[in-house]
């Protein structure tokens, strides 16, 4: 008999069929227990009023987790969770598990404390509600790619270790390479500019590196980057334009493919408006400073309390969880950033709230060759280490830009999660090497 | 006017349109001038009758590899390559080169050496041969997530931060991380089994990083490896049927997308026969023996020679490019490797040859947690630094197994590349940590 996926019982009602995963529970009410199975789709509940059935779980002296086969005729319950259970399960054990798991997974895990649930990550993420935060970042990525291979995006793969912190900032890690030292790439920032001189416009999905020492909820050391760069661009408008379809392209997915964990995680997918609302910089920073304090302007940067509060304002003056803040000061942009033309002062890029948090960062870039090493003599930084990315520059290169999503920070503002390190499977901080 | 892609003009014969790329060619032929302007989809030719036109280009002093707009009305021409041309082009100017590029894009690559095109990569990937090799590349990876997004996989992203080495081999790179030494992953091995105990079914496509001091024509020291596990199988012949689906879904999309590249490159799409021939590897050796001569016996392993020979044999005994060789020895497997049943000198494991090379590995792995502290302890490696890993099994897993589809290997068989450095964008070796 083939086995078939908790999913799928729907359809086999009054069939004998075959299931087979984890011993999620197994519990007694009077003289009928209740097992339920969990694979890797769903759960399902077999009910046993003839307790020689479980005798193999018994002699096996399994606990929760263990891996079984119930082989059990499909029986129509509008009470049961899935709508359908298992009778007269015969119940065969795969692998005992004789060691009660560090962590429920039978229970909602609500105030877990996070350090344990990433310690025992191996287990917690069997946990129905840590799976349905994964599948989301499945999903998301999913639509992340359709979008951009819709609309004649390469997908490319960057080197992952480089020569120097190229890209300016000293948050990189050291490398034992050979003889000599590397560094793991901040981003694919230089190499997906260059990719723009070969297929005009390019996208990777991959980890990036950030030697940050920093221990808050909201920083991790690897995380994953969905980047995006694209030539013949008149400036960042048409940026934001492929980055607004692109959002709606990830919602959508999100909404065809896991309306179940949504719902299950409580998560109310954002609207993506056609247009996303936009506040200028020096706007955004005074409506700040009008609400929460003038400590607020002539920063070079928005404060996360301020860019919580202009979360909430779009919200009330838009109706959008979306908003774009564009023209940050040329100070705060990295050395690639495009000037805005008109106020040389505040640059050709922007940043996307989701929800009061920075989701995007994204922009045009500078593209001609004398450009370049203007800015980065002005910047004191050297152009040897960088001779090969200013090649591109030197050999031709169009009006370009582009952005880069991080997938763990939107399913955090997504889910609405605590911690950064919940939306990932196995996190990488100060302290976490393993699991 | 809007922009439209090179590829667009056969649909607007007779339309004045705008296309914008970068200067392939200028050349003159009596009174006439043809410009051929390449963009991110491929090349159109211009036919200047009136050389005040091509003013524009004199006056900026541009060599090729300028980025130009061209506004033309146009005309098909079967002689053309594309059986369109633009006529009384207007040419605009967007970023003028002054000086010729180090590698011409305009003739065959043909024997320009390897270690040039990889110091000049940022502008020699701009040759259409050197694309077409990356749009394979995409379009692979697209195949290979697209065949297992349809059969219940769950995409996984691993952390690439690990400690020690802990798969067995020295070939790791060590990394300096805060106060510590971590190593890059030299797979996702570990996590990708781990994660078996939370969806069943999953895949990664993502760096790895192998420190391999070896100066080879296969040897790269990072590579993109398509990765796949999979719960609730009976023994490694479900694994190898789902790599063969997830080959042929490959091999499927590189056809449909790619038909133009395949032919440029002169590559010959493989069948992938519903069953793929397989050969124990006792079998082939002795074989291989046969043909090469007796010190192929008795080795662990099967020589690159023999591979190759293999390679031949299966497309003359059954006309497959494609061969498993199913059993290797035990000695040669990693620890987590399980052995046939009836010959447990033999593992449960298997190699897919592609036109005489090492395509694929996979197999068979341990499931019980027993299995593997008897495993270890038998190789001598301490289990404690796998804790968190071993809990995996602690706690309940089903057989499973899988494979690792080497995607630079790929391209490089499938397009008969001499060195797989030309198969990665940007490639990292021995000496190569730039550009």
Not at 33 to 42: A, E, M, P, Q, Y
Not at 131 to 140: D, E, V
Not at 160 to 173: D, I, M, P, R, S
Not at 217 to 226: D, E, F, P
Request: net charge neutral; glycine share 10%.
């Amino acid at each position: 008999m083939e086995r078939i996926r908790s999913s799928e019982l729907g359809a086999h009602v009054g069939e004998r069929v075959r299931v087979a995963g984890w011993l999620q529970s197994l519990r007694r009410l009077g003289a009928v227990s209740f097992l339920v199975v969990r694979d890797g789709w769903g759960t399902v509940q077999a009910v046993v009023a003839d307790d020689a059935r479980l005798a193999p779980l018994r002699e096996a002296g399994c606990e929760v987790e263990s891996v079984v086969e119930v082989e059990g005729t499909v029986v129509a319950n509008a009470q049961a969770r899935s709508g359908v259970e298992l009778h007269a399960p015969d119940v065969r054990v795969v692998s005992a598990v004789t060691e009660a798991p560090p962590v429920r997974l039978d229970k909602k895990l609500g105030n877990a404390p996070v350090p344990t649930l990433l310690a025992q990550a191996v287990v917690a993420n069997r946990h129905p509600s840590r799976r349905a935060i994964f599948r989301l970042g499945a999903a998301a990525m999913r639509g992340f790619r359709g979008a951009l291979d819709a609309r004649g995006f390469v997908e490319i793969q960057s080197p992952k270790l480089v020569e120097g912190a190229t890209e300016g900032g000293a948050n990189v890690f050291e490398v034992k390479y050979f003889e000599r030292i590397a560094h793991l790439a901040q981003s694919p920032q230089l190499y997906k500019q260059i990719m723009v001189g070969v297929f005009e416009r390019v996208y990777e999905v991959g980890p990036v590196f950030r030697a940050e020492p920093h221990d808050t909820a909201r920083h991790i050391n690897q995380y994953t980057s969905m980047d995006v760069e694209l030539g013949f661009i008149d400036g960042p408008g048409d940026v934001m334009r492929v980055l607004t379809e692109v959002l709606a392209e990830i919602v959508r997915e999100l909404g065809a493919a896991c309306a179940a964990e949504l719902a299950q995680l409580g998560a109310v997918l954002p609207a993506v408006p056609a247009r996303i609302p936009e506040l200028h910089f020096s706007e955004a920073q005074a409506l700040i400073a009008g609400a929460l304090g003038e400590r607020e302007r002539d920063q070079p940067d928005l404060s996360p309390e301020g860019e919580r509060w202009l979360g909430r304002w779009a919200v009330e003056q838009h109706g959008s969880d979306f908003l774009f803040v564009v023209g940050y000061p040329m100070v705060k942009r990295p050395f690639y950033t495009h000037p805005d033309a008109a106020r040389p002062a505040y640059s050709a890029s922007f940043d996307l709230l989701f929800r009061g948090t920075e989701l995007v960062t994204g922009g045009q870039r500078l593209h001609r060759y004398e450009d370049y090493i203007a800015a980065l003599a002005a910047r004191g930084m050297r152009s040897e280490p960088l001779a090969a990315y200013l090649d591109g520059f030197r050999y031709g290169m169009p009006r370009h830009g582009g952005f880069a999503i991080g997938l763990e920070r939107l399913l955090m503002q997504l889910v609405g999660l605590p911690n950064i390190r919940l939306a990932v499977l196995f996190p990488r901080d100060l302290t976490r090497l393993a699991p």
